[in-house]
């Protein structure tokens, strides 16, 4: 079956601008994650969606990022006013249902990502 | 706080050699550990993961990590490397009613023909 899409897969945009990113999860999934991957560190969460529940936004950087999920599957992610340092590739991730009190439990499966260039 | 080194940033090996990537955490309380690897060009995947039980995970493409609690450790090994793993692997961690994975900056593992 079809994995986690993201598109673009690669964002080149100028200093001020806005831009989205878009993830479509695998079907059935009901988690949903945004990472950041910036040069020489680790992936930074932002945000996790679950369900109906409201998302868990306690990774978002600034108030220049947001996200929402239409309908319980497709996300995307909105940056405004983009900065240099909002360079970096930004991975969207998807797991099943968590059976327990755990989401951690479920494998997350990652999309290709969005390598996104600021000017 | 929950946290997770990876001293080695790059490991040169030789292909068909042994190779040990370190990765330690630092919890407070009980933890979900995770090696992830991503091929150029591709997405993370899943290598193993540590959740309860044995303290050694076995994985795929011949990996296998053991968990050490008294030096919060979960070093990943392989004992014969192949061309094909040369990758980016990335340790991680979750711990009980976390919503996300906590992940360590990464391992580049080049293998020498």
């Known amino acids: 079956g079809a994995g986690v899409s993201q598109s673009p897969s690669n964002k080149v945009t100028e200093k001020g601008k806005d831009v989205e990113l878009r993830c479509d999860p695998i079907?059935?999934?009901?988690?949903l994650y945004w990472y950041r991957q910036s040069l020489g560190q680790g992936l930074e969460f932002l945000i996790y969606?679950?369900?109906?529940?409201?998302?868990?936004k306690s990774g978002l950087p600034s108030d220049r990022f947001s996200a929402e999920r239409t309908g319980g599957s497709v996300s995307t992610l909105t940056i405004q006013r983009t900065q240099q340092e909002d360079s970096a590739v930004y991975l969207c991730?998807?797991?099943?249902?968590?059976?327990?009190?755990?989401?951690?439990?479920?494998?997350?499966?990652f999309g290709p990502g969005t390598r996104l260039t600021v000017l | 706080a929950q946290s997770v080194t990876q001293l080695d940033s790059q490991v040169p090996v030789f292909e068909e050699a042994p190779v040990e990537l370190r990765c330690n955490y630092s919890?407070?309380?009980?933890?979900?550990l995770f090696w992830y690897v991503q091929y150029p060009n591709q997405g993370l995947q899943l290598l193993l993961k540590?959740?309860?039980?044995?303290?050694l995970v076995k994985g795929i493409n011949g990996f296998e990590a053991e968990f050490n609690k008294s030096q919060t450790s979960f070093h990943l090994r392989k004992p014969s490397v192949h061309i094909s793993d040369t990758a980016e692997y990335f340790c991680?961690?979750?711990?009980?009613?976390?919503?996300?994975?906590?992940f360590g900056t990464g391992t580049r593992l080049t293998v020498i023909p």
């Open positions: 991730a998807s797991s099943s249902r968590t059976s327990g009190r755990y989401v951690s439990y479920n494998e997350q499966f």
């Open positions: 079907s059935g999934h009901t988690a």
């Open positions: 969606f679950q369900g109906n529940s409201a998302p868990d």
């Open positions: 919890s407070s309380v009980s933890v979900y």
């Open positions: 540590y959740l309860s039980g044995s303290t």
């Open positions: 991680a961690v979750s711990v009980a009613g976390a919503n996300n994975l906590f």
